[in-house]
């Protein structure tokens, strides 16, 4: 179902030309580990999810480790705000993958687009951490608005900040540590409550 993503194999070298262009935006110099992206689907419980949101694919790791394990009818919806990885994760060819061009703060208005409904699992890369506490704060309540009840908010950050923007919001989180990953990175979870 999945194809080789690009010209120059699994886009490590776009990511790293992206990053020196754009670095605050696309927030680390290489794409996360295998390590990463196991914890990271493990911890949004993507298996049982029906529809997913990933917030930030970058060159599309992240995207085909979620594809592996999302069930043959699951929706992945990938948010994107930089055209060349955009373009890199849409060469992934597989029927459940939509890959929209812009940023995570018009999430709830890109879900109505493409007819989706409320997701069970938003997954995110985006660095909170170097963009402005208003972005971030509508980003975390765009994320809280869209979730389905029970469904679950999944957040890998180096820096602590994503966790003080959605406390208010979401609630205490659950973090782990994934120590196999340059540099170790922090898997935040938060729960929606269920109604
Ligand atoms: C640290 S990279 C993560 C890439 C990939 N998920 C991984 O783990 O290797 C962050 C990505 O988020 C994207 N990004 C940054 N701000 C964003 C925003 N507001 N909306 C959507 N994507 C954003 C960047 O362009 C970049 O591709």
């Not at 592996?68 to 994107?80: G, T, Y």
Request: aromatic letters at 6%.
């Amino acid at each position: 179902m999945q194809k080789a993503n690009g010209a120059n194999g699994d886009g490590r070298w776009t990511f790293f030309r992206e990053f020196v262009k754009h670095p605050l935006q696309i927030g680390s110099v290489i794409p996360s580990s295998h390590f990463l992206e196991r914890r990271v689907v493990e911890a949004a419980r993507i298996r049982s999810a029906r529809t997913i949101v990933e917030l930030g694919p970058g060159c599309g790791g992240t995207t085909r480790a979620l594809l592996r394990e999302a069930s043959p009818r699951s929706r992945v919806l990938c948010i994107e705000l930089n055209p060349r990885l955009h373009a890199l994760v849409s060469g992934i060819d597989d029927e459940r993958l939509i890959v929209h061009l812009g940023g995570a703060l018009s999430l709830r208005e890109t879900l109505s687009r493409y007819g989706l409904d409320a997701p069970d699992a938003v997954v995110s890369g985006i660095p909170f951490s170097t963009m402005s506490a208003a972005s971030g704060s509508q980003i975390v309540r765009e994320v809280s608005a869209v979730l389905a009840p029970g469904g679950c908010f999944v957040a890998y950050q180096l820096s602590g900040r994503v966790a003080e923007l959605c406390r208010p919001v979401l609630g205490a989180e659950r973090v782990e540590l994934e120590l196999r990953n340059l540099p170790p990175m922090r898997v935040y979870r938060w729960a929606k409550a269920k109604d």
